[in-house]
């Protein structure tokens, strides 16, 4: 069922309260994980929750969803594309989207590189990358890491603000581990390389958001923890 504010209020209270013992354990700043509220397949008082509460940004996995949902949405908030995006649908995306974090193709990048540069705008953008190797997965292999980002900073109307990941789902939670560490040491890698900070890195969700901390995550984009079970 979905929650009623105070309801989500305390979650996120107690959400935010386990990313910053994280933190305190890893040594880090509380202030460099932020919490993304995912409100796909909630309601547009989702979002307005998350705005009411202070947060920066929503994620939705879909277009068309965001589409439905944004004349909805009164709050002033940020909206960041966390789904797969087919390339037919990156200009619509580019429209409706502060972030598109789910870029895994060359192809991707052209379309939404075209797209901004028609709407007059500087779209911000994370690679995802498939750093568990989960066939189930999409994101780009870690192989093609460099080139793709090579060719994102190529991009006069795109950001590059970092890298994304989806663990794998698995029982064991050394799986999740593995992929994060994977992840942050692929960004250390390609900063240096290419000379760029590549400040974000979105990896964790509501069942592995301290092991992702723990690896360096500066963004936990967080569902069902907050809004209840879909
Ligand atoms: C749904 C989703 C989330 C949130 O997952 P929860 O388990 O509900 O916290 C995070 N990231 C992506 C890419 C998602 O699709």
Not at 186 to 193: F, G, P, V
Request: with cysteine; proline share 4%; charged share 25%.
């Amino acid at each position: 069922m979905f929650p009623t504010y105070e309801s989500f209020k305390s979650r996120a209270d107690a959400l935010r309260e386990q990313i910053d013992a994280a933190c305190r354990r890893a040594g880090r700043d509380s202030s460099s994980v932020e919490l993304l509220a995912v409100t796909k397949t909630h309601p547009a008082a989702a979002v307005d929750y998350a705005a009411r509460y202070g947060l920066r940004a929503v994620g939705e996995n879909r277009v068309q969803e965001a589409q439905e949902k944004q004349p909805h949405c009164t709050a002033k908030i940020q909206w960041e594309l966390i789904g797969h995006l087919q390339s037919n649908k990156a200009k619509l995306a580019v429209a409706l989207f502060d972030r598109v974090q789910s870029v895994d193709s060359e192809k991707l990048l052209n379309q939404l590189d075209a797209a901004a540069a028609g709407l007059g705008k500087t779209m911000p953008i994370l690679l995802q990358i498939n750093a568990g190797r989960d066939p189930a997965k999409f994101g780009a292999d870690i192989e093609d890491a460099p080139r793709l980002l090579e060719a994102a900073l190529g991009k006069t109307h795109l950001r590059l603000d970092g890298l994304m990941t989806i663990a794998p789902l698995s029982a064991d939670p050394a799986v999740a581990e593995r992929t994060f560490l994977t992840l942050r040491s692929l960004r250390d890698e390609l900063a240096t390389r290419f000379g760029v900070p590549l400040r974000e890195l979105s990896m964790g969700m509501s069942g592995d958001l301290e092991a992702a901390v723990l690896a360096g995550s500066t963004q936990v984009r967080v569902g069902s923890a907050l809004y209840g079970h879909r």
